[in-house]
C-alpha cells in the first residue's frame, strides 16, 4: 500500500490500472488488487478458519469491544483490534482444531487497574456470586468505576451481559442469569470503565462455573 497527496485535481478515487486508490481515515493511499485464486493454499484455509471462529464469537459483543478497545490499536479500528489479539494470543489448537483459549480472551485493554478475584461462587436460582479486592485508590483506580460481566455460555454458544452492574467499591456482586443458563457450563470475565467513560481497564478472567437451580 503507498500514501499519496492530492494532485491538482484533488484527490483520486476509484481503479487505476492495477491498483485502487481509496481514502481511510482522511489517509489516501493506493493499493494493489486482490490476486483472486481457485486453489488458496492449506496455509489460507487455515488462517480463513480462524478468522471466521474468533469473529464470529466476538461478534455479538461488538459494543463491548468498540469501548474495551478505543485504546492501544494503532491505526486498527477496536473491533479489528481484538480480533487481531485473539487471533494471536487467545487460540489453543492445531490443523483445523481450533478453539477459544478462555482464560486468555480479552474484551478491553486499558489503564485502569484491574482488581483481584477473591471467589466465585454459585448459589441457588442460577445467581453467580463474586468477590473481588481493590488496591489502594489512585488516578487509575476511582471508587466509582463501573463493573462489566460477561459471561459466556459453551453448552448454547451464548453471551449474556451485566453492563455496568456495580462499582468498583462494592467489593462483591450476585449476577442472576437467565434459567436457560442452568446446569451449562461457563466462563466469566470482568472490566471497568470510569465514571468519564474515556478510560477502561483489561479485563480479567473470573473463572469457570456450572449455574445451579
Known sequence: MARYKNGI????????GNVV??????????RSLADYTDNPTEKQILQRLKFA???????????????????FTGSKTPMNGCVSYHLKEALTGEG????????KAV???GELLISLIRELICLIDGILHIKWENGPET???KPNDKATFIVYNTVKNTFVMFKDVTVREAPEVNLKLPKKHIGDDVHIWMQYVNAAGDGVSTSVYVGQAIPVA
Open 9 to 16: 485535481n484533488g484527490p483520486v478515487r476509484g481503479k487505476v
Open 21 to 30: 486508490a481509496a481514502s481511510w481515515r482522511g489517509i489516501d493511499y493506493f
Open 53 to 71: 471462529l474468533v469473529n464470529g464469537w466476538l461478534k455479538p459483543l461488538r459494543e463491548i469491544i468498540w469501548i474495551g478497545f478505543q485504546f
Open 96 to 103: 483445523s482444531d481450533y478453539a477459544i483459549d478462555f482464560p
Open 107 to 109: 474484551f478491553s485493554r
Open 139 to 141: 488516578a487509575f483506580s
